[in-house]
């Protein structure tokens, strides 16, 4: 909307609260799958984090991760301290 000599923006975002579902490649293992959605779910999610939710090792999550980054799928933003993670989900595989 114009404002004078103003405008103003609205946006809106998705949460990824209840409700929100995206459809991921199946080429991605149950575990990467697991990383992806705990992902969307909190972007400031750690390693550490995701070590105990998984119940796997800290290796194990590092790993997969860099597989993920490989695919073009997640990237961390910023800094390993207060940054966060995006995912990019190819629009074929988004179920809102």
Sequence with gaps: DEIGE?????LTCVSAGSGFHQKLPEKLTD???????RMLEN???????LTDDTGKSKE???KNI?????MGL???IGPD????????LPKENENF
């Design 6 to 10: 103003f405008f103003r923006i609205q």
């Design 31 to 37: 575990f990467q799958k697991k990383i992806v959605r």
């Design 43 to 49: 972007p400031n999610i750690t390693y550490m984090m």
């Design 60 to 62: 194990a999550v590092r």
């Design 66 to 70: 860099q597989k993920l980054k490989s």
């Design 74 to 76: 997640v990237s961390r």
């Design 81 to 88: 301290k207060g940054g966060y993670w995006q995912v990019k």
